[in-house]
């Protein structure tokens, strides 16, 4: 396994720091490159949104790997990628993960993550992590003001992004190396053990329906398991979260 953080590019401005990675993908970029850009100028977060981006406030990163792994095992790289950031980044503020790839602190988003799988007939898939966080930010546009938040509005603290991005990728490197090596209960207990999202209850919106039970846990394939009130419990792939009540079981 590549050390990830080996080669490692800063860029002034690009798009995505995702994309640039994919364009790369055919010039045989290695595993463990890294794309860090001070600004990008189409952002992008999950569901198809955009990922606000302004130059020099926050971390843009994106990195490229290559498990050698069964594709279902593919699923958790979304829960790797947030144990290792809401890690990095705990020291600083008691940041708590939200299924799928929210990282929020005082229930504003502070941080996410956008894993893209490409597969290529014949071998082995490229995982490209994508890491956005606030840091430095000190106001948003109107459209996520409510929802939205940074390390400097919430601690008050100018944040050093080398230090975060050191911190950052000596967490992925380790959490990647438990990874590969699939231990996936360590990894579903780290990513349970950060979150507050258990016990609660929630509304899912996914596929057009709208469903509403209480988070009860991770599968070992890192799905979510929502149970109705009714004892029915679904397993959720994907979909749109929000907290409906909160209520401790
Ligand atoms: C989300 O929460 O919806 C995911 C946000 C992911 C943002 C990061 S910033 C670096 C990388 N490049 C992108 O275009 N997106 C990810």
Redesign the pocket.
């Known amino acids: 396994m590549a050390k990830i953080g080996h080669p490692l590019r800063i860029l002034p401005q690009i798009d995505?720091?995702?994309?640039e990675i994919k364009r790369n993908l055919a010039a045989n970029l290695p595993e463990g490159a890294v794309v860090i850009a001070d600004q990008?100028t189409?952002?992008?977060?999950?569901l198809g949104?955009s990922?606000h981006?302004e130059f020099g406030s926050g971390l843009?990163?994106?990195t490229l790997l290559k498990p050698d792994l069964p594709p279902e095992n593919l699923s958790l790289v979304t829960l790797m990628a947030g144990v290792a950031t809401a890690t990095a980044i705990q020291h600083l503020a008691p940041v708590k993960l939200k299924w799928p790839?929210?990282i929020l602190l005082n229930g504003k988003?502070l941080a996410?993550?956008?894993c893209e799988c490409i597969y290529k007939p014949g071998s082995i898939p490229a995982v490209i992590v994508?890491?956005?966080i606030n840091l430095n930010h000190t106001s948003f546009p109107k459209e996520i003001q409510g929802i939205a938040t940074s390390l400097k509005l919430e601690t008050g603290k100018t944040i050093n992004r080398s230090e975060l991005v050191l911190n950052l990728l000596q967490n992925l490197n380790s959490e990647y190396i438990e990874f590969l090596q699939r231990k996936n209960k360590n990894l579903i207990r780290k990513w349970t053990e950060q979150s507050n999202m258990f016990g609660k209850t929630m509304t899912v919106h996914q596929k057009g329906k709208t469903l509403l039970g209480t988070a009860v846990g991770l599968n070992p394939q890192g799905k979510l398991i929502l149970q109705t009130p009714e004892g029915k419990k679904h397993v959720l792939d994907s979909g749109e979260l929000i907290e409906a009540i909160s209520k401790n079981l």
């Not at 995505?16 to 994309?19: A, R």
């Not at 189409?42 to 999950?46: D, F, H, P, T």
């Open positions: 995505s720091t995702n994309e990008q189409n952002g992008r977060g999950r949104r990922w981006s843009y990163l994106s790839n929210d988003k996410g993550t956008l994508g890491i956005g």
